[in-house]
């Protein structure tokens, strides 16, 4: 058994015991260990990694380790591409509605089992989909190439991280997405859904969209404005960054 010395950086040392965080540590390797199977033994997801050094080389995941490696891991430099979309896992329902609202495409169920998260979003093509997470080992599985844990826990402070990290910003289309069925609204004649609107609303609007789906009316109301305000702050928040 080989024992190599491990410095993890940034916020990957959230993923570790106190005691190894910030520093380097030494660590027994099992026989054959990859890179990537020991960064995950020692509690970092893959998809959270990013940067690898062996003895001052990059490396990738498969680099077998030998002893007295030193193992030096970078946190993952995510940049989000045009197109991003998203499945989120059950306990993430909150988050999963904000980035509708924000209009990106997010996959959620509160049935979903870990195996149909990763099935999912390594099935669809041409881009796979980013896993969101709380549980870092749904992460380590093998077949999921991109993830991000999720730090936070109130779903308006998970938006924020998420916009942050990824740089959402720029990829937002705020109301372009129905918050129940993760399609694209298309905007409606006045005329056409007159009869499923609220007396008040008739009176004070006059521009609608409608999901094809669920045949669901959005206006420009109050809550529209509350709601904006929510992802004005994480537009914000990454505009300062």
Known sequence: MATASFRFFGELNDFLPRERRDREFAAPCARAATTKHMIEALGVPHTEAGRLLVNGEVADFERLLAQGDAVLVYPQASRAQAGIRFVADAHLGGLARLLRMAGFDTLYDNGYRDEEIVAIAASEVPTVRTVLTRDREL?????????????TIRPEAQLRELFARLQLAPLARPFTRCLHCNLPLRPVAKADVLERLPQSVRVDHDAFTTCDACGRVFWKGSHHRRMLAMLGGAIRLESKA
């Open 139 to 151: 992460l380590k599985r093998r077949d999921v190439e991109h993830g991000c844990y999720v730090h």
